[in-house]
């Protein structure tokens, strides 16, 4: 199973918005709402920020958002802050026993 | 608080065995699944497989299957992930995470802090 496709990097300025994208099959991304995204800041480990494509945890910020379309999902960072700089990996259900991870995306903070 | 604490850092010759463990506290850890995730240096998250502590029922990524055992021991609330046989390719940060109690496949909502695995001779 392919790794899910992610762009390297994405940045925006402070108070800016900057959207990730996520693209897999419909094997994966496209046939189920099984998508979740996780924020890593360097040296640390992951963190869920998003499930089920568009649900955020407990104490999560509404300025982090997801959506899907066909076979893309997409997070969405609203009024970008300092600590939002971070590598965030998009995650997916690929059927029978398997999750697909994509390869991250690091997002800078200009 | 609801945490994972993983074993320590391991530096081992290739061929050699290990045995890595993540340990839960602070839930009922019998519920729950604890998959187990891999990230080379400078990589992205690769998903190895996951555990159904209650049962021991268990998943493996096709990439991973045969390479790894994923295994439990319910009554001292601990995963372990381990190698027969390792190769100079096993050098990584290996994370464990507790994934949703109802679908294994949903979420990892609770991470540990990682155990870094060297493999070189």
């Known amino acids: 199973q392919s790794a899910l496709t992610q762009p390297p990097s994405a940045s925006g300025s402070p108070g800016q918005s900057v959207t990730i994208s996520c693209t897999g099959t419909?094997?994966?991304?496209?046939?189920?709402?099984?998508v979740s995204w996780y924020q890593q800041h360097p040296g640390k480990a992951p963190k869920l920020i998003i499930y089920?494509?568009?649900k955020r945890p407990s104490g999560v910020p509404d300025r982090f958002s997801g959506s899907k379309s066909g076979n893309t999902a997409s997070l969405t960072v609203s009024g970008l802050q300092a600590e939002d700089e971070a590598d965030y990996h998009c995650c997916s259900y690929a059927g029978s026993t398997n999750l697909v991870f994509g390869g991250g995306t690091k997002v800078t903070v200009l | 608080e609801v945490q994972l604490v993983q074993s320590g850092a391991e530096v081992k010759k290739p061929g050699e065995s290990l045995k890595i463990s993540c340990k839960g506290s602070g839930y009922s850890f019998t519920t729950y699944w604890i998959g187990w995730v891999r990230q080379m240096p400078g990589k992205g998250l690769e998903w190895m497989g996951i555990i159904y502590i209650g049962d021991s029922e268990t998943r493996y990524s096709p990439s991973f299957q045969g390479q790894v055992t994923i295994s439990a021991d319910k009554s001292i609330s601990t995963a372990y992930l381990q190698w027969s046989s390792l190769k100079a390719s096993d050098t990584a940060m290996y994370y464990c995470?507790?994934?949703?109690?109802?679908?294994?496949?949903?979420?990892?909502?609770?991470w540990g802090k990682g155990t870094t695995v060297t493999v070189s001779s």
């Open positions: 995470a507790r994934g949703s109690p109802m679908y294994w496949y949903n979420y990892m909502d609770v």
């Open positions: 419909s094997s994966d991304v496209g046939g189920d709402n099984y």
């Open positions: 089920d494509v568009n």
